[in-house]
């Protein structure tokens, strides 16, 4: 599976939509990009994913650049229930096995 | 969406006892659960994945013989601690997939297992 890099941390403010940026630059051609959250002491939630069209559902969007090296989650309107750490994790079509990074913590703040 | 229970939530054992942790999938059958382990502060570790009617497949690194897995049947994993140790004290989490072929897991609410 590709590996993804995200920044460690990020702030956002209430209400105010939040881009959560991902770099897959070794993503595969049948490398879809998934999105997970956990908030603190949680199991993780499935978030969005997509293979290279832009996805939306009712709780993000996502932004897949045209050469696939590169997404963005966006959270339209975040609130404090957002605050959570953010993953982006590369799954190979056919495949369930997640492999989790560092991921993106990210502060929601009033 | 679909539900994943873990039982239970949180235990605390002396050293050297075995604890046993339950996951189930509520509302649907999952051929395939995997079990995480997440330290303070840090990312999950996937440990093994489950396979109903089969041996669990563990990850490099993992002791098949500390961390007992049982999938005996489509909606419940069970993942058992042998003579724990505080350095197995821990955040572990489990997951299943409603269909093969899916980055879509759903997960349960993670036990935490503090040995004393």
């Known amino acids: 599976d590709a590996k993804t890099t995200q920044p460690p941390s990020m702030d956002c403010a209430e209400g105010r939509a939040a881009n959560l940026p991902c770099n897959h630059s070794t993503i595969s051609g049948n490398e879809y990009v998934y999105w997970y959250r956990q908030i603190h002491s949680q199991g993780p939630q499935y978030i969005i994913h997509g293979l290279k069209n832009n996805e939306t559902n009712e709780m993000a969007s996502l932004i897949i650049t045209e050469d696939r090296k590169s997404s963005t989650l966006i959270l339209p309107h975040a609130t404090l229930r957002d605050t959570a750490v953010y993953y982006c994790i590369g799954v190979k079509a056919a495949g369930n096995k997640l492999t989790f990074g560092g991921g993106t913590r990210v502060l929601v703040k009033p | 969406g679909a539900v994943v229970s873990q039982h239970p939530s949180w235990v605390i054992c002396k050293s050297g006892t075995s604890v046993k942790i339950e996951c189930r999938s509520l509302?649907?059958?999952?051929?395939?659960m995997f079990w995480y382990r997440q330290f303070p502060k840090q990312s999950l570790m996937l440990m093994a994945t489950s396979n109903e009617g089969s041996k669990a497949t563990y990850e490099q690194g993992v002791e098949k013989d500390k961390f007992l897995i049982n999938h005996a049947s489509l909606t419940l994993s069970t993942l058992t601690v042998t003579s724990a140790h505080p350095e197995d004290s821990s955040f572990y989490i489990c997951s299943a997939s409603i269909a093969e072929g899916t980055g879509e897991l759903f997960f349960g609410e993670g036990s935490r297992l503090t040995v004393l």
């Open positions: 509302d649907f059958q999952a051929t395939t």
